[in-house]
């Protein structure tokens, strides 16, 4: 059953003003996992740990100075539930985890941050693993 729109919608938004493209279908992941390149994909939650850590410290990495991924995309858990089971498909090995963070290069995962490194943490610290994944693979 979908979460009520006006949980959603602020969530989503909080990620498109960043620059980053929501994929609503299997397609569409396909579509951005074919491509050459830097993909970075945040699995996007309802959640406090989302709300208060993944999203915000997602933004601040993307808008800090240095390396940073070609494209930009969110997936919504919970709402675009093909588009998410796209995405956990590609990272295959991994337990499915929401919110969570993933880097991919020309299709392939090379970084993830799961739920379990995310809780407890801060944006700012977010922020730094990520511009440290964004450091070597981008």
Known sequence: ?????????????????????????????????????????????????????????????????????????????????DAVNRVRRQLEGFPPSSPSIALFVDGDPVFLMERRHIEGLGPDDVATALASAFATHC
């Open 1 to 81: 059953m979908p979460y009520p729109p006006e949980i959603v919608q602020p969530a989503r938004e909080e990620l498109t003003r960043a620059g980053f493209t929501p994929l609503l279908t299997a397609g569409e992941v396909e579509a951005e996992l074919a491509k050459d390149g830097t993909l970075l994909v945040v699995v996007n939650s309802v959640c406090g740990c989302a709300a208060g850590s993944a999203r915000p410290g997602a933004v601040k990495a993307v808008a800090g100075p240095g390396p940073r991924p070609r494209r930009l995309a969110s997936v919504f858990a919970g709402e675009d539930v």
